[in-house]
C-alpha cells in the first residue's frame, strides 16, 4: 500500500489512547467499549437477513456527514493546540496544567483522525453493501453482502462511542 494512504499509523495512534491515565496501561474497559461491545452488536447481522439498502444509506449520510463534522473540528484541536503552545512559552510557571491539557488534546486529535478513517470506511462498505444487495444469489455476493453489513454496524456503532468520547473530552477541556 502506498504511504500515502496507509491509515494503519493512525489506527495504532487510537487504541494507544485507550489507556488508564492513572497507570498508562491498557483499559480492559476501553477495548470492551470500543472493540467488544461494538462487535457483539455487529455479530447481530448474522442472525438476521442483514442490511437494507434504507439501511445502508443511512451509514452513507452518517459517515459523510461524520467526516464534515469533524474535519472541521480538527481545525479547533490545532488552534486551541496553538494556543496552549504559547502559553507555556509565555507562562512557564503554569508548565503541568498545560502539559496536562497538551496531552488530552493530542489524544483528542488521534481520536478524531481515527473516526474520520473508520467515517469513510463505513461510507465505502455501505456502498458496496448497497450494491451487492440485490445480487444476493450466489454465495460470494451473499458473503460479501454480510460481511459488508457486519462491517457497517461495527464501524457504526464505534463511530458513535468514539465521538463520545471525543465530545466528554472536548467537554473537559473547554469547562476546566
Same mark, same amino acid.
Given at each position: 500500500?502506498?504511504? @500515502? &494512504?496507509?491509515?494503519?499509523? *493512525? &489506527? ?16 480492559? @474497559? ?5 472493540? !467488544? ?15 437494507? @439498502? ?5 451509514? #452513507? ?11 472541521? /473540528?480538527?481545525?479547533? #484541536? ?5 494556543? *496552549? @503552545?504559547?502559553?507555556?512559552? #509565555? ?20 481520536? &478524531?483522525?481515527?473516526?474520520?478513517? #473508520? ?41 458513535? !462511542?468514539?465521538?463520545?468520547? /471525543? ?10
Amino acid at each position: 500500500m502506498s504511504s @500515502k &494512504i496507509n491509515v494503519t499509523y *493512525i &489506527i495504532k495512534q487510537h487504541f494507544n489512547t485507550l489507556r488508564d491515565a492513572s497507570n498508562n496501561k491498557v483499559s480492559f @474497559k476501553d477495548v470492551f467499549v470500543f472493540l !467488544i461491545l461494538p462487535l457483539l452488536l455487529s455479530s447481530l447481522v448474522f442472525f438476521g437477513d442483514g442490511l437494507s @439498502k434504507e439501511m445502508f444509506s443511512l451509514a #452513507v449520510n452518517f459517515g459523510a456527514i461524520s467526516t464534515a463534522l469533524l474535519m472541521s /473540528v480538527l481545525v479547533l #484541536v490545532y488552534d486551541q493546540e496553538a494556543k *496552549i @503552545k504559547y502559553n507555556i512559552e #509565555v507562562y512557564p510557571e503554569r508548565y503541568d496544567g498545560y502539559r496536562a491539557r497538551l496531552s488530552v488534546l493530542r489524544e483528542l486529535y488521534q481520536n &478524531i483522525c481515527y473516526t474520520i478513517v #473508520v467515517s469513510i470506511l463505513l461510507v465505502m462498505f455501505s456502498v458496496i453493501g448497497m450494491s451487492v444487495l440485490g445480487n444476493c444469489v450466489n454465495v460470494f455476493f451473499n458473503l460479501v453482502f454480510f460481511v459488508s453489513s457486519f462491517l457497517v454496524v461495527f464501524m457504526f456503532s464505534n463511530i458513535v !462511542i468514539t465521538m463520545l468520547m /471525543v465530545i466528554k473530552r472536548f467537554h473537559a477541556l473547554l469547562t476546566h
